[in-house]
């Protein structure tokens, strides 16, 4: 089964903070993906990547920054956080032209 | 555009079928999905169908795609308290990026 590991289920951060969250997928899948999900928008793609290095802006990129440095590995870096950043973080992986595997998402707060 | 259209709410009784319905607008789509999502957590991969098949069926789960009305459905057979969940479905574009759009989602409650 592939397996989409998200570091952490609950973040709480502060305005201003960093912010790092960190994905990792165990199936050796070229394509990484992070959206975030609110009620009423859906699921709006932020990144993802093709490989190692690469990375490409989603729909909704502004205030955010990625990391592909390892194939298994793709981070989500939330370079001064604020408050309309709060939202439910989703990792995803795929082969090219695949289906895509979900994590089980980050619920991030920023106070 | 870009949407894949979803009705928002559908509510059943344990035991009937259930069918959630989804129109998308990619007619060079090649695989359509179903998602699953609980609550509090991640979209699990539920089927997929191709876009040259008319059906699919897998267990308790059939899903339909009319091609020339870009019409997909999923139906659930003797659905389950634990099917209470949001489906999405998602197609994928078939330019260089291969991003999945996905629509917003039906809330499925399965009432007792």
């Known amino acids: 089964d592939v397996k989409v590991t998200q570091s952490s289920r609950y973040l709480v951060k502060r305005t201003g903070e960093k912010v790092f969250l960190e994905c990792v997928q165990d199936?050796?899948?070229?394509?990484m993906f992070w959206y975030r999900q609110d009620p009423g928008l859906g699921l709006r793609l932020i990144y993802f990547?093709?490989?190692?290095?690469?990375?490409e802006k989603g729909d909704i990129p502004e205030g955010y920054s990625v990391s592909r440095e390892k194939k298994e590995r793709f981070s989500l870096i939330l370079e001064s956080a604020s408050t309309n950043q709060t939202s439910m973080y989703l990792c995803?992986?795929?082969?090219?032209?695949?289906?895509?595997?979900f994590g089980d998402g980050t619920r991030l707060s920023i106070l | 555009g870009e949407d894949v259209e979803q009705s928002l709410f559908l509510s059943v009784r344990e035991g009937d079928s259930s069918v959630i319905n989804c129109t998308y607008t990619?007619?060079?789509?090649?695989?359509l999905y179903w998602y699953k999502q609980e609550p509090g957590a991640g979209l699990q991969l539920l089927t997929y169908?191709?876009?040259?098949?008319d059906m699919k069926q897998d267990q308790r789960l059939t899903v339909l795609l009319n091609k020339k009305d870009k019409h997909l459905s999923l139906r659930i057979a003797d659905t389950q308290t634990g099917d209470s969940a949001i489906y999405f479905c998602?197609?994928?574009?078939?330019?260089?990026?291969?991003?999945?759009?996905f629509g917003s989602g039906t809330r499925l409650l399965v009432r007792p």
């Open positions: 995803a992986s795929s082969r090219p032209r695949g289906p895509q595997h």
């Open positions: 199936m050796d899948h070229e394509n």
């Open positions: 990547s093709y490989d190692v290095k690469m990375k």
């Open positions: 990619d007619s060079s789509s090649t695989y």
């Open positions: 169908i191709f876009s040259n098949m």
């Open positions: 998602a197609e994928i574009r078939m330019d260089s990026s291969y991003k999945l759009i």
